[in-house]
Every structure is written in C-alpha cells, then in structure tokens.
C-alpha cells in the first residue's frame, strides 16, 4: 500500500530490457540496480518473472490499456 507523501518512479522499456539482459549474464540484482540507478531491488525480481512468462511483451507498461490495443 502506498504510503502519504510517497514518490513512484517508472523506467523505460529499454532499462527494463537492460536490467533483466544484465541478470541473465549472471549480475547479481544489487549490481544490476546499482548500475542502472533502480531504487527498488524487488522491482528487478518483478521484472524477471513477467519476462519468463511473457517474454518482451512481459515488460511493456500496460496498465489502462485493453487487449484488443495490444495487438494494434
């Protein structure tokens, strides 16, 4: 839950892409996040797991879109 006064950031598809690349070379998810300034280490753990199952598409933003505009 989020909290009064609390800042949400979001990051780009690229980073997105960069940091689970960088996890799958092998980086541990503290070097990925400090290399890529990510303020949330569990947001990496997010991110891998969207990959796995949905692949480049896992780590699209797609929050307010239907699916019939994902496709277009």
Do not use: P
Not at 36 to 52: F, N, Q, T
């Amino acid at each position: 839950m989020a909290k009064k006064g609390q800042t949400f950031c979001s990051y780009s598809w690229d980073i997105k892409k960069k940091a689970v690349e960088m996890r799958l070379q092998g980086m541990t998810k503290k070097e990925v996040a400090v290399a890529l300034e990510i303020a949330d280490i569990g947001r990496l753990k997010v991110w891998m797991r969207k990959y796995r199952e949905q692949g480049d598409i896992g780590l699209m933003d797609q929050r307010g879109r239907s699916k019939e505009n994902l496709s277009s």
